[in-house]
């Protein structure tokens, strides 16, 4: 269905082709093409970085030449999650947005409409002749997702202005002026296996049904995290019967709350019985637990086929204590700023890969030095454990700047545009102006954007009555900006 015909046209223009184009965190390379040949098709210069980062340099109306330069900024690439049932390759299938009243979906899977719809705004302000503005340059980052790498990337002399627009907000009516810094965490745990005994059967624990969600910005809800409820599930049946570990698998985005998790375990007949009875009990608690605001915990013990290897005992005790040891959540709220997070940690994903077992983390932090003591925090748990680490460079976060000319100029014309004074306030993720702001000292900034619910998870929702608002804004706010 397409999705070309809503309002303003030019917006969903571009969004509905960024939406048929693949492009996951790491895959962005057809899009970049796409962005590239339509800037020559309007005879705009363009170029891309060693990062692949792209810049179309758009002209000012005519009579507006000399107006400081603005950077749109947007990143092209999103976060593929999906539906078990979907079926869907992100690297090969394009998405199937459609609407439903009010709001643009995609089919059983993430929309992307964080960020390809500030993407597509941008586009559209590039090809829109009611626009009015200055020279523009036009910033496509790439894998924002997987850790803002094409900003951290940028070649420094790749942009002249010195006056941002990121358009990767996800709430009308407010805009940021700050962000939280972060750093991820991959910890290996090596496993010893065994063949598997005789007289023993297996069985799959899995959960499901979880909303999952943004890391940062739907931490401070307590969603279930699907990798703790296995972990303590397991725990809890290992207290009653014998059992080992085959298999554990869960989460695959470090920056998505863990959906769905699932671990093939093995044990004798009796065991299994008084297993399955006390992962049920557990599961019952956990979904009282979360009734309010994940109440469609679904847990499944169903058998499968026996595989070859387990993990010996005390392999399986170390996956588990991970599992229920490592931190994941708010570990502080801010002091200054009412309902604002301060540092939260998420436990992503586990994966295991024959005798190695793999869990990534993500941390985050508006103070670096609390981002540090937390994540030395997860490393000293893992080492415990006889688990090696490894963490990046941490990347930083954007401090608040309310005195910023940019940030006064935006309460003005989004007041008189839409009659609406915005809220100026700081989020709980990571953005790519704290690496801008840091890689091009004196970069005036602020983020906005239309209302998307639910982002890096399969219910994501644009609503569609956001995006006319915010797009007027973007073309007010340009023109201000113009006249100076």
């Not at 299938?93 to 009010?102: A, F, S, T, V």
């Not at 994941?328 to 604002?340: K, T």
């Not at 893992?382 to 963490?391: E, H, N, R, Y």
Request: aromatic share 4%; glycine share 10%; proline share 5%.
């Amino acid at each position: 269905m397409s999705i070309s015909h809503l309002d303003p046209k030019l917006v969903f223009k571009h969004f509905e082709a960024i939406c048929s184009i693949p492009h996951p965190s790491g895959h962005e390379e057809q899009l970049a093409r796409h962005i590239l040949d339509h800037a020559a098709s309007r005879g705009f210069e363009a170029e891309q970085d060693a990062a692949k980062n792209v810049v179309v340099r758009v002209p000012a109306t005519p009579g507006y030449e000399k107006a400081p330069i603005v950077v749109i900024q947007g990143h092209i690439d999103m976060v593929g999650e999906a539906n078990a049932e979907a079926n869907h390759d992100f690297i090969t299938d394009p998405i199937e947005p459609y609407q439903e009243g009010d709001l643009v979906k995609a089919r059983g899977t993430s929309l992307g409409a964080d960020n390809g719809l500030g993407v597509a705004a941008g586009l559209a302000i590039a090809d829109d002749e009611d626009a009015v503005h200055g020279p523009l340059e036009l910033l496509c980052t790439v894998d924002e997702e997987v850790g803002l790498t094409g900003a951290m990337k940028l070649d420094p002399s790749f942009l002249r202005g010195r006056i941002m627009l990121n358009l990767d907000g996800e709430e009308s009516n407010h805009a940021y002026i700050g962000c939280a810094g972060g750093g991820d965490t991959q910890i290996w745990l090596d496993v010893d296996t065994q063949p598997v005994a005789d007289e023993v059967q297996a069985v799959q624990v899995k959960v499901s049904g979880l909303r999952g969600g943004h890391s940062g910005c739907d931490i401070h809800e307590q969603r279930g995290n699907a990798l703790r409820v296995l972990g303590r599930c397991l725990q809890i049946a290992r207290k009653e019967a014998s059992l080992l570990i085959a298999e554990v698998k869960g989460g695959n985005k470090r920056n998505a709350i863990a959906r769905e998790a699932q671990a093939v375990i093995v044990g004798r007949g009796l065991d299994l019985e008084r297993i399955r009875a006390a992962i049920f009990n557990e599961a019952d608690i956990i979904r009282s637990e979360l009734s309010k605001i994940d109440p469609d915990l679904t847990l499944g013990v169903e058998p499968v086929s026996l595989p070859a290897r387990v993990m010996d005992k005390a392999s399986t005790a170390r996956a588990i204590y991970l599992l229920l040891g490592l931190p994941h959540g708010v570990e502080r709220m801010s002091d200054e700023i009412a309902g604002l997070v301060e540092t939260s940690t998420n436990l992503a994903s586990i994966l295991q890969d024959g005798n190695r077992v793999r869990i990534e983390m993500s941390t985050r932090s508006s103070i670096n030095e609390s981002l540090q003591a937390l994540r030395d925090r997860i490393a000293a748990v893992a080492l415990l454990s006889g688990a090696s680490v490894d963490q990046g460079e941490p990347y930083p976060g954007w401090k608040p700047d309310l005195g910023s000319r940019l940030a006064k100029v935006f309460e003005v014309v989004h007041e008189e545009a839409l009659g609406v004074k915005p809220e100026l306030m700081a989020i709980h993720a990571g953005l790519e102006t704290g690496v801008i702001g840091e890689k091009f000292p004196g970069m005036d900034m602020i983020s906005f954007g239309p209302d998307i619910r639910f982002p890096h998870s399969p219910d994501e929702q644009l609503i569609v009555s956001s995006v006319a608002p915010f797009y007027t804004l973007l073309k007010a706010l340009l023109k201000r900006l113009a006249e100076g």
